[in-house]
Protein backbone atom coordinates (compact mmCIF):
# COMPACT_ATOMS: atom_id res chain seq x y z
CA UNK A 1 0.00 0.00 0.00
CA UNK A 2 1.42 3.61 -1.05
CA UNK A 3 1.41 6.17 1.92
CA UNK A 4 0.94 9.90 0.51
CA UNK A 5 0.69 12.66 2.97
CA UNK A 6 -1.27 15.55 0.95
CA UNK A 7 -0.54 19.38 1.98
CA UNK A 8 -2.87 22.11 2.00
CA UNK A 9 -2.60 25.43 3.55
CA UNK A 10 -4.10 28.30 1.59
CA UNK A 11 -7.30 28.82 0.20
CA UNK A 12 -6.67 27.97 -3.49
CA UNK A 13 -4.73 24.87 -1.90
CA UNK A 14 -7.97 23.10 -0.96
CA UNK A 15 -9.43 23.71 -4.09
CA UNK A 16 -6.80 21.74 -5.35
CA UNK A 17 -6.69 19.41 -2.91
CA UNK A 18 -10.10 18.23 -2.58
CA UNK A 19 -10.51 16.21 -6.54
CA UNK A 20 -7.37 14.58 -5.30
CA UNK A 21 -8.90 12.91 -1.94
CA UNK A 22 -11.76 12.34 -3.89
CA UNK A 23 -10.22 10.74 -6.77
CA UNK A 24 -8.28 8.53 -4.00
CA UNK A 25 -11.17 7.51 -2.34
CA UNK A 26 -12.86 6.49 -5.48
CA UNK A 27 -9.85 4.61 -6.37
CA UNK A 28 -9.77 2.76 -2.78
CA UNK A 29 -13.44 1.92 -3.19
CA UNK A 30 -12.01 -0.82 -6.45
CA UNK A 31 -9.67 -2.02 -4.34
CA UNK A 32 -6.88 -0.08 -5.60
CA UNK A 33 -4.82 1.20 -1.68
CA UNK A 34 -3.42 4.39 -1.59
CA UNK A 35 -3.47 5.18 1.99
CA UNK A 36 -3.04 9.11 2.59
CA UNK A 37 -2.87 11.49 5.58
CA UNK A 38 -4.22 15.38 5.28
CA UNK A 39 -2.21 18.22 6.65
CA UNK A 40 -3.47 21.47 7.27
CA UNK A 41 -0.53 23.44 7.54
CA UNK A 42 -3.05 26.50 8.83
CA UNK A 43 -1.25 29.25 6.06
CA UNK A 44 -4.48 30.89 6.25
CA UNK A 45 -6.56 30.62 9.19
CA UNK A 46 -9.62 32.99 8.20
CA UNK A 47 -12.91 31.33 8.56
CA UNK A 48 -13.82 32.43 5.47
CA UNK A 49 -10.77 31.55 3.79
CA UNK A 50 -10.08 28.13 5.16
CA UNK A 51 -12.94 25.93 7.39
CA UNK A 52 -15.61 26.82 5.09
CA UNK A 53 -14.03 25.34 2.20
CA UNK A 54 -13.28 22.67 3.62
CA UNK A 55 -17.32 22.29 4.57
CA UNK A 56 -18.17 22.95 0.96
CA UNK A 57 -16.01 20.60 -1.17
CA UNK A 58 -16.43 17.65 0.81
CA UNK A 59 -12.87 17.60 2.27
CA UNK A 60 -12.24 15.44 5.29
CA UNK A 61 -10.99 16.93 8.38
CA UNK A 62 -7.12 17.22 8.66
CA UNK A 63 -4.95 14.22 10.04
CA UNK A 64 -3.06 16.96 11.23
CA UNK A 65 -3.63 20.95 11.87
CA UNK A 66 -0.11 22.50 12.01
CA UNK A 67 -1.31 25.46 12.74
CA UNK A 68 1.35 28.12 11.23
CA UNK A 69 -0.63 31.05 10.24
CA UNK A 70 1.00 34.80 10.44
CA UNK A 71 3.83 36.36 10.37
CA UNK A 72 6.43 37.77 7.63
CA UNK A 73 7.07 35.40 4.83
CA UNK A 74 10.17 34.02 6.68
CA UNK A 75 8.30 33.68 9.77
CA UNK A 76 5.50 31.76 8.20
CA UNK A 77 7.78 29.57 6.10
CA UNK A 78 9.75 28.46 9.18
CA UNK A 79 6.93 27.95 11.41
CA UNK A 80 5.33 25.77 8.51
CA UNK A 81 8.86 23.61 8.33
CA UNK A 82 9.77 23.17 12.00
CA UNK A 83 5.92 21.96 12.40
CA UNK A 84 5.84 19.72 9.42
CA UNK A 85 8.96 18.00 10.10
CA UNK A 86 8.14 17.02 13.70
CA UNK A 87 4.78 15.71 11.65
CA UNK A 88 6.74 13.63 9.19
CA UNK A 89 8.51 11.99 11.31
CA UNK A 90 6.52 10.53 13.52
CA UNK A 91 4.05 10.14 10.42
CA UNK A 92 6.57 8.39 7.93
CA UNK A 93 5.36 8.85 4.12
CA UNK A 94 6.24 7.19 0.49
CA UNK A 95 4.99 10.32 -1.00
CA UNK A 96 4.64 13.72 0.31
CA UNK A 97 2.04 15.65 -2.17
CA UNK A 98 2.06 19.19 -2.63
CA UNK A 99 0.22 21.91 -4.40
CA UNK A 100 -0.05 25.19 -6.28
CA UNK A 101 2.62 27.85 -4.78
CA UNK A 102 1.68 29.07 -1.83
CA UNK A 103 4.73 28.93 1.31
CA UNK A 104 3.10 25.59 2.86
CA UNK A 105 4.17 24.06 -0.63
CA UNK A 106 7.65 25.33 -0.87
CA UNK A 107 8.22 24.84 3.06
CA UNK A 108 6.61 21.18 2.95
CA UNK A 109 8.58 19.82 0.17
CA UNK A 110 12.27 21.09 1.27
CA UNK A 111 11.14 19.34 4.46
CA UNK A 112 10.19 15.97 2.78
CA UNK A 113 13.50 16.22 0.98
CA UNK A 114 15.69 16.40 3.51
CA UNK A 115 14.20 14.01 5.30
CA UNK A 116 14.93 11.55 2.08
CA UNK A 117 11.24 11.60 0.85
CA UNK A 118 9.80 11.23 -2.43
CA UNK A 119 8.32 14.96 -3.47
CA UNK A 120 5.32 15.22 -5.65
CA UNK A 121 3.98 18.85 -7.24
CA UNK A 122 0.60 19.30 -8.44
CA UNK A 123 0.81 22.51 -11.12
CA UNK A 124 4.22 22.39 -11.55
CA UNK A 125 6.25 24.08 -14.18
CA UNK A 126 4.07 27.67 -14.33
CA UNK A 127 6.03 30.19 -14.21
CA UNK A 128 5.93 34.38 -14.02
CA UNK A 129 9.44 34.92 -14.65
CA UNK A 130 8.91 37.52 -11.80
CA UNK A 131 10.99 37.26 -9.10
CA UNK A 132 9.59 39.76 -7.16
CA UNK A 133 6.17 37.69 -6.49
CA UNK A 134 7.08 35.16 -3.50
CA UNK A 135 4.81 32.91 -5.16
CA UNK A 136 7.08 32.75 -8.08
CA UNK A 137 10.37 31.97 -5.60
CA UNK A 138 7.70 29.12 -3.96
CA UNK A 139 7.33 27.83 -7.62
CA UNK A 140 11.17 27.48 -8.69
CA UNK A 141 12.03 26.69 -5.58
CA UNK A 142 9.88 23.34 -4.93
CA UNK A 143 10.07 22.22 -8.92
CA UNK A 144 14.15 21.93 -8.15
CA UNK A 145 13.49 19.45 -5.57
CA UNK A 146 10.92 17.53 -6.77
CA UNK A 147 10.27 13.97 -8.00
CA UNK A 148 6.79 13.82 -9.71
CA UNK A 149 5.69 16.84 -12.03
CA UNK A 150 2.14 17.12 -12.68
CA UNK A 151 1.15 20.08 -14.94
CA UNK A 152 -1.54 22.21 -16.53
CA UNK A 153 -0.54 22.80 -19.93
CA UNK A 154 2.38 22.49 -22.62
CA UNK A 155 3.62 25.68 -21.54
CA UNK A 156 4.71 24.04 -18.30
CA UNK A 157 6.09 20.95 -19.26
CA UNK A 158 8.25 23.25 -21.83
CA UNK A 159 9.15 25.24 -18.75
CA UNK A 160 10.19 21.84 -16.64
CA UNK A 161 12.35 20.33 -19.73
CA UNK A 162 14.07 23.52 -20.32
CA UNK A 163 14.99 23.16 -16.37
CA UNK A 164 16.34 20.24 -17.56
CA UNK A 165 13.21 17.90 -15.85
CA UNK A 166 13.05 14.36 -18.09
CA UNK A 167 10.27 13.50 -19.62
CA UNK A 168 9.11 10.24 -18.17
CA UNK A 169 8.72 12.64 -14.57
CA UNK A 170 6.43 14.63 -16.51
CA UNK A 171 2.55 14.04 -16.77
CA UNK A 172 0.15 16.66 -18.03
CA UNK A 173 -2.84 15.89 -16.04
CA UNK A 174 -4.77 18.83 -16.65
CA UNK A 175 -5.58 21.36 -14.32
CA UNK A 176 -7.12 19.81 -10.83
CA UNK A 177 -8.74 23.53 -10.16
CA UNK A 178 -11.30 22.78 -13.02
CA UNK A 179 -12.31 19.26 -11.95
CA UNK A 180 -13.25 20.87 -8.59
CA UNK A 181 -15.10 23.83 -10.96
CA UNK A 182 -17.45 21.43 -12.97
CA UNK A 183 -17.88 19.03 -10.51
CA UNK A 184 -19.72 21.87 -7.96
CA UNK A 185 -21.21 23.86 -10.89
CA UNK A 186 -24.62 22.93 -9.91
CA UNK A 187 -24.20 23.73 -6.35
CA UNK A 188 -23.44 27.45 -7.14
CA UNK A 189 -25.66 29.40 -4.67
CA UNK A 190 -26.65 33.37 -4.76
CA UNK A 191 -24.94 35.50 -2.04
CA UNK A 192 -27.52 36.83 0.35
CA UNK A 193 -27.20 40.35 -1.09
CA UNK A 194 -27.94 39.19 -4.69
CA UNK A 195 -32.16 40.01 -4.02
CA UNK A 196 -30.80 43.51 -1.85
CA UNK A 197 -28.59 44.64 -4.96
CA UNK A 198 -31.20 43.30 -7.35
CA UNK A 199 -28.77 42.07 -9.16
CA UNK A 200 -29.16 40.03 -12.92
CA UNK A 201 -26.73 37.98 -15.02
CA UNK A 202 -24.41 40.28 -16.79
CA UNK A 203 -25.28 43.45 -15.14
CA UNK A 204 -22.09 43.93 -12.87
CA UNK A 205 -18.55 43.27 -12.39
CA UNK A 206 -16.48 41.53 -9.37
CA UNK A 207 -13.54 42.66 -8.50
CA UNK A 208 -10.63 40.68 -6.37
CA UNK A 209 -7.46 42.23 -5.39
CA UNK A 210 -4.82 40.69 -3.04
CA UNK A 211 -1.20 41.34 -4.55
CA UNK A 212 1.17 43.02 -2.20
CA UNK A 213 2.53 45.71 -5.58
CA UNK A 214 -1.28 46.54 -5.72
CA UNK A 215 -2.65 46.24 -2.26
CA UNK A 216 0.34 47.10 0.04
CA UNK A 217 0.45 51.09 -0.96
CA UNK A 218 -2.48 53.11 -0.45
CA UNK A 219 -1.46 55.72 -3.21
CA UNK A 220 -1.38 52.08 -5.91
CA UNK A 221 -4.66 51.15 -4.85
CA UNK A 222 -6.23 54.79 -4.93
CA UNK A 223 -5.29 54.55 -8.31
CA UNK A 224 -6.23 51.67 -9.45
CA UNK A 225 -9.83 52.18 -7.98
CA UNK A 226 -10.04 55.71 -9.55
CA UNK A 227 -9.40 54.39 -12.79
CA UNK A 228 -11.94 51.59 -12.29
CA UNK A 229 -14.56 54.14 -10.82
CA UNK A 230 -14.45 56.59 -13.31
CA UNK A 231 -14.61 53.86 -16.50
CA UNK A 232 -17.34 51.62 -14.96
CA UNK A 233 -20.16 53.57 -16.05
CA UNK A 234 -23.35 52.16 -13.86
CA UNK A 235 -22.41 48.88 -13.53
CA UNK A 236 -22.35 47.41 -9.95
CA UNK A 237 -19.20 46.53 -8.55
CA UNK A 238 -18.84 43.68 -6.10
CA UNK A 239 -15.48 43.68 -3.86
CA UNK A 240 -15.10 41.16 -1.86
CA UNK A 241 -12.28 42.42 0.27
CA UNK A 242 -9.30 40.21 1.42
CA UNK A 243 -7.82 40.72 4.50
CA UNK A 244 -4.31 41.83 3.41
CA UNK A 245 -6.09 44.34 0.80
CA UNK A 246 -8.40 45.71 4.08
CA UNK A 247 -5.75 47.26 6.03
CA UNK A 248 -4.80 49.43 3.03
CA UNK A 249 -8.37 49.79 2.22
CA UNK A 250 -8.56 52.37 5.71
CA UNK A 251 -6.52 54.95 4.37
CA UNK A 252 -7.99 55.22 0.87
CA UNK A 253 -10.15 58.28 0.36
CA UNK A 254 -13.52 57.36 1.12
CA UNK A 255 -15.24 58.35 -1.84
CA UNK A 256 -13.33 55.90 -4.22
CA UNK A 257 -15.35 53.56 -1.99
CA UNK A 258 -18.81 54.69 -2.84
CA UNK A 259 -18.77 52.92 -6.02
CA UNK A 260 -17.79 49.72 -4.66
CA UNK A 261 -20.19 46.96 -2.59
CA UNK A 262 -17.68 46.07 0.08
CA UNK A 263 -18.16 42.21 1.70
CA UNK A 264 -16.08 39.72 3.30
CA UNK A 265 -14.13 36.99 1.50
CA UNK A 266 -16.92 34.44 0.31
CA UNK A 267 -17.07 31.02 0.46
CA UNK A 268 -16.57 29.10 -2.57
CA UNK A 269 -19.77 28.27 -4.00
CA UNK A 270 -20.73 32.03 -3.41
CA UNK A 271 -17.87 33.36 -4.92
CA UNK A 272 -18.41 31.48 -8.05
CA UNK A 273 -22.02 31.75 -8.41
CA UNK A 274 -21.00 35.73 -8.70
CA UNK A 275 -18.36 34.94 -11.52
CA UNK A 276 -20.52 32.66 -13.17
CA UNK A 277 -23.52 35.33 -13.75
CA UNK A 278 -20.96 38.37 -13.48
CA UNK A 279 -20.24 40.99 -16.78
CA UNK A 280 -16.99 40.53 -16.02
CA UNK A 281 -13.96 39.77 -13.31
CA UNK A 282 -11.15 42.52 -12.01
CA UNK A 283 -8.69 40.63 -10.53
CA UNK A 284 -4.94 40.41 -10.10
CA UNK A 285 -5.48 36.53 -8.89
CA UNK A 286 -3.74 33.79 -10.77
CA UNK A 287 -6.44 30.92 -10.22
CA UNK A 288 -9.56 33.44 -10.85
CA UNK A 289 -8.53 33.33 -14.59
CA UNK A 290 -8.62 29.68 -14.94
CA UNK A 291 -12.13 29.74 -13.59
CA UNK A 292 -13.55 32.49 -15.84
CA UNK A 293 -11.60 31.03 -18.76
CA UNK A 294 -14.05 27.71 -18.61
CA UNK A 295 -16.94 30.08 -18.09
CA UNK A 296 -16.69 32.05 -20.44
CA UNK A 297 -16.20 35.15 -18.55
CA UNK A 298 -14.57 37.89 -19.64
CA UNK A 299 -11.39 38.53 -17.22
CA UNK A 300 -9.12 41.80 -16.65
CA UNK A 301 -5.90 40.98 -15.05
CA UNK A 302 -4.11 43.87 -12.91
CA UNK A 303 -1.12 42.60 -13.70
CA UNK A 304 2.12 42.67 -15.98
CA UNK A 305 2.66 38.98 -16.46
CA UNK A 306 1.07 35.70 -15.70
CA UNK A 307 1.78 32.14 -14.83
CA UNK A 308 -1.02 31.05 -16.75
CA UNK A 309 -0.63 32.26 -20.17
CA UNK A 310 -3.29 29.90 -22.04
CA UNK A 311 -5.59 31.70 -19.57
CA UNK A 312 -4.59 34.75 -22.27
CA UNK A 313 -3.60 32.51 -25.33
CA UNK A 314 -6.44 30.62 -25.41
CA UNK A 315 -9.11 31.95 -22.57
CA UNK A 316 -10.61 35.15 -21.83
CA UNK A 317 -8.06 36.81 -19.64
CA UNK A 318 -6.31 39.50 -21.03
CA UNK A 319 -3.16 41.08 -18.87
CA UNK A 320 -3.60 45.33 -18.61
CA UNK A 321 -1.18 45.54 -15.91
CA UNK A 322 -1.74 48.62 -13.27
CA UNK A 323 -1.82 52.10 -15.49
CA UNK A 324 -5.16 53.61 -15.17
CA UNK A 325 -5.19 54.70 -18.74
CA UNK A 326 -5.05 50.81 -19.89
CA UNK A 327 -7.20 49.88 -17.21
CA UNK A 328 -9.99 52.38 -18.35
CA UNK A 329 -9.11 51.23 -21.81
CA UNK A 330 -10.03 47.54 -20.84
CA UNK A 331 -13.07 48.76 -19.48
CA UNK A 332 -14.30 50.67 -22.26
CA UNK A 333 -13.63 47.65 -24.36
CA UNK A 334 -15.47 45.03 -22.28
CA UNK A 335 -18.98 47.68 -21.62
CA UNK A 336 -18.92 48.17 -25.59
CA UNK A 337 -19.17 44.21 -26.08
CA UNK A 338 -16.22 43.70 -27.41
CA UNK A 339 -13.97 41.08 -25.03
CA UNK A 340 -12.68 38.08 -26.96
CA UNK A 341 -14.81 34.77 -26.69
CA UNK A 342 -11.91 32.62 -25.60
CA UNK A 343 -11.78 28.55 -25.54
CA UNK A 344 -11.07 25.96 -23.35
CA UNK A 345 -7.30 24.52 -22.99
CA UNK A 346 -6.72 20.86 -23.36
CA UNK A 347 -7.75 18.33 -20.34
CA UNK A 348 -9.25 21.11 -18.50
CA UNK A 349 -12.09 18.83 -18.71
CA UNK A 350 -13.09 17.72 -14.89
CA UNK A 351 -10.95 14.59 -14.80
CA UNK A 352 -7.32 16.06 -13.96
CA UNK A 353 -7.20 14.31 -10.10
CA UNK A 354 -8.34 11.23 -11.90
CA UNK A 355 -5.30 10.80 -14.13
CA UNK A 356 -2.99 12.43 -10.77
CA UNK A 357 -4.64 9.15 -8.70
CA UNK A 358 -3.53 6.49 -12.39
CA UNK A 359 -0.71 7.56 -11.68
CA UNK A 360 0.21 7.33 -7.58
CA UNK A 361 -1.53 4.30 -7.91
CA UNK A 362 1.75 2.58 -9.84
CA UNK A 363 4.16 4.95 -8.26
CA UNK A 364 6.91 2.69 -8.08
CA UNK A 365 6.98 2.11 -11.59
CA UNK A 366 6.52 5.70 -12.57
CA UNK A 367 9.01 6.79 -10.35
Not at 35 to 52: A, I, W
Not at 89 to 106: E, F, I, P, W, Y
Not at 155 to 177: C, E, K, P
Request: with cysteine; net charge negative; glycine share 6%.
Amino acid sequence: MTKITLIAGARPNFMKIAPIIQAIDKANTYGRKIEYRLVHTGQHYDQKMSHTFFEELGIPEPHAYLGAGGGTQAEQTAAIMLAFEKDLLAHSSDLVLVVGDVNSTMACAITAKKLNTRVAHVEAGIRSFDLTMPEEINRMVTDSISDLFFTTSDFANQNLRRSGVADNQIHFVGNVMIDTLLANEQRFRQPDFWTKLDLKHGDYIIMTLHRPANVDDVSNLESILTAISESAGDTQIIFPVHPRTRKTLEGVRPELLTRLFLIEPLGYLEFNYLVKHAAAVITDSGGITEETTVMGVPCITLRQNTERPETCEQGTNELVGTDPENIKAALRKLLSGQWKKGSIPPLWDGKAAERIVQVLMDLDRKL
